[in-house]
């Protein structure tokens, strides 16, 4: 009987739930607390009448809402896992007047940059009052962290009547530039807090994915003076501990729009289209894009093929062909079609040894993948039928964020201020199901979210679909 490992699942993708039985087999306590660059020592000069109640420094939220998982921790003796409220403090360890902050927008973009910046500035300048004639400032820092690098350091005063101005805007105003992966991120994180010191930096704000969070551990743990905060921002939106990232709502609503084009293109000119979106390593938008469509009549994501072994990847394959011979003639007359790929499923066809077209699945597996459908596919009178590609990545990342994302990056920014403000570093300022809550930046890091296969979202979208719910003959252990 096939294992999970002869299957190849990919072990850093998991949930949360999966997280906290690992902790309970361990008979360990889930690490919740937050670090703190000194202990708060001047009160908070904002009136809980501005900011709302101010938060005790013990206030927590439970991690899950999940009874057998919260009774078997009792049940053990183990302390209910839970995080830090993410509230205003009454006592405030840096002084609001005359802080030095510095910005960083990394990695690629989300919908919400420009809004999560403006949300950070504003907080400072016109909420606590920072004062430039008292030292205090709040810099953006140019090319993420390649200008966080550089000596002198690429930093630029903000100010919130030039912020405000960003929000119309999509993209980083500040600009986004990756790091070269083969940097070693001890020596880098070493760099930067040395830098940060140069600078008299007291507040580091990173805005970024998996990767961000993971420098931005390292930099807290050697720049013990800098409050280092997290604000999670990934298209994949496959952080743990973040309900769902800035951006993804308005990344599904454009995904969605151009799902619901494309299928009137392929429906008037009588063809199959398969659309890339977002989703290297996990699915989240393609998934979520196809069922609020219901135009898609094929949905792939990495999560499905690591599910599977390499020969139930090529039996998949031709299953998936065989229900689009039957989809796409469904409307007599009218043959079409419209396929959702998120862009990590050639890689995980690759690390299958799947062949496709010819040559193994992997980067460009999207075109291969159309002409593989375009040798199968056939109308009901059995002429073939054209099958194009459309990659629309950076039409739905680079615009402005919808109403929904920008109250979302104002709640953040603010709540990441107010903690920093405490002494609070080392985390990730996140909304978990209900609550905004502090999250350890070491809980964040080497695990990536992602849609169970056998879950009951995943089921739903195999039926918008119409398309094959189970692809092996045991079904993958679900978690």
């Not at 159309?370 to 590609?389: Q, T």
């Not at 300022?429 to 995943?458: A, C, D, H, M």
Request: some cysteine; aromatic content about 6%; glycine content about 8%.
């Amino acid at each position: 009987m096939p294992t999970r490992e002869s299957r190849g699942f990919d072990e850093s993708i998991t949930t949360e739930r999966a997280i906290l039985k690992d902790y309970l087999r361990q008979e360990k306590d889930l690490p919740t607390e937050i670090a703190t660059v000194g202990v708060p020592c001047r009160p908070n000069p904002v009136s809980s009448l501005v900011l709302g109640a101010y938060r005790p420094r013990d206030s927590k939220k439970v991690v899950t809402a999940d009874l057998e998982v919260l009774s078997a921790f009792a049940a053990s003796g183990r302390n209910l896992p839970a995080f830090l409220d993410a509230g205003p403090r009454a006592e405030l360890y840096f002084d609001p007047n005359s802080v030095r902050a510095a910005i960083v927008t990394t990695d690629g973009l989300a919908p919400g940059l420009n809004s999560v910046v403006h949300s950070i500035v504003k907080r400072h300048i016109q909420t606590y009052k920072l004062r430039p004639d008292n030292g205090g400032a709040v810099f953006g820092v140019r090319d993420s962290f390649i200008g966080l690098r550089r000596r002198p350091m690429e930093l630029v005063g903000l100010q919130p009547d030039e912020t405000e101005d960003w929000l119309e805007k999509g993209g980083s105003e500040l600009g986004n530039r990756r790091s070269k992966k083969d940097d070693n991120i001890e020596k880098v994180a070493a760099d930067l807090a040395s830098n940060l010191k140069e600078n008299q930096i007291n507040i580091l704000y990173v805005i970024g994915g998996d990767g961000s969070q993971a420098l931005a551990h390292e930099i807290a743990l050697k720049a013990s003076h800098v409050a280092v905060v997290g604000v999670p921002k990934t298209m994949d939106n496959d952080l743990v501990w973040v309900w769902q990232s800035f951006g993804f709502d308005t990344a599904v609503e454009n995904a969605t729009e151009v799902i619901n084009t494309l299928n009137c293109e392929a429906r008037s000119a009588r063809r199959v289209c398969v659309i890339e979106l977002f989703g290297a390593e996990s699915g989240f938008v393609a998934a979520n894009a196809a069922l609020a469509s219901g135009h898609a009549d094929l949905v792939l994501i990495p999560e499905i093929i690591n599910s599977l072994t390499a020969l139930e990847c090529e039996h998949a394959l031709q299953s998936w062909a065989n229900h689009l011979k039957r989809a796409v003639n469904r409307d007599c007359g009218r043959p079409h079609g419209v396929v959702v790929v998120a862009e990590g499923v050639g890689r995980a066809l690759k690390g299958r040894g799947v062949v496709l077209a010819g040559s193994a699945a992997g980067r460009d597996f999207i075109e291969a993948f159309a002409a593989f459908l375009g040798s199968e596919l056939v109308d009901h009178a059995g002429d073939p039928i054209d099958v194009f590609v459309n990659r629309p990545l950076h039409h739905i990342r680079a615009g402005k964020a919808n109403a929904h994302d920008q109250m979302y990056c104002e709640r953040l920014g603010a709540l990441a201020v107010d903690n920093a403000l405490a002494g609070y570093t080392d985390f990730l300022i996140s909304q978990w199901l209900t609550e905004y809550v502090l999250v350890p930046l070491r809980l964040v890091n080497g695990k990536r979210k992602g849609i169970p296969p056998e879950g009951i979202f995943w089921k739903q979208v195999c039926s918008s679909a119409g398309q094959p719910a189970s692809l092996h003959s045991e079904t993958a252990t679900s978690t």
